[in-house]
């Protein structure tokens, strides 16, 4: 299993970003996905997640309103798109999969992407 995140870089503050996250080796349509992330010194903290079948489940608090979660079944890919990006938003974004239901806690996770960088100049 492998998932792939990309479309991470440097960004001004109030810019947008989209990343994305591309499995294989699984059976995409049966995962329920999530977005988390994690900067220097602090916990990994779970952003946003959707079912298996597209629907948008929690939000975190620090993005509600400008980070949107989706994805494509058919392409095996799920996506972040970010807005209104703030300095504060700079961390390692990871993608996960999760078998069956969706979840806030990052532990309940099946597999994870290795991670992309993602800065937010102020």
């Known amino acids: 299993v492998q998932l792939q995140a990309s479309g991470g870089g440097l960004v001004q503050a109030g810019g947008s970003l989209r990343l994305s996250c591309a499995a294989s080796?699984?059976?995409?349509?049966?995962?329920?996905m999530g977005w988390f992330r994690q900067a220097p010194g602090k916990e990994r903290e779970f952003l946003r997640a959707?079912?298996?079948?597209?629907?948008?489940?929690e939000t975190a608090d620090s993005v509600k309103g400008r980070f949107t979660i989706s994805r494509d079944n058919a392409k095996n890919t799920a996506y972040l798109q970010m807005n209104s990006l703030k300095p504060e938003d700079t961390a390692v974004y990871y993608c996960?999969?999760?078998?069956?239901?969706?979840?806030?806690?990052?532990?309940?996770?099946?597999?994870w992407g290795q991670g992309t960088q993602v800065t937010v100049s102020s």
């Open positions: 080796g699984l059976t995409f349509s049966l995962y329920a």
């Open positions: 959707i079912t298996r079948s597209g629907g948008v489940t």
């Open positions: 996960a999969a999760k078998r069956s239901g969706y979840s806030s806690n990052w532990a309940l996770y099946d597999y």
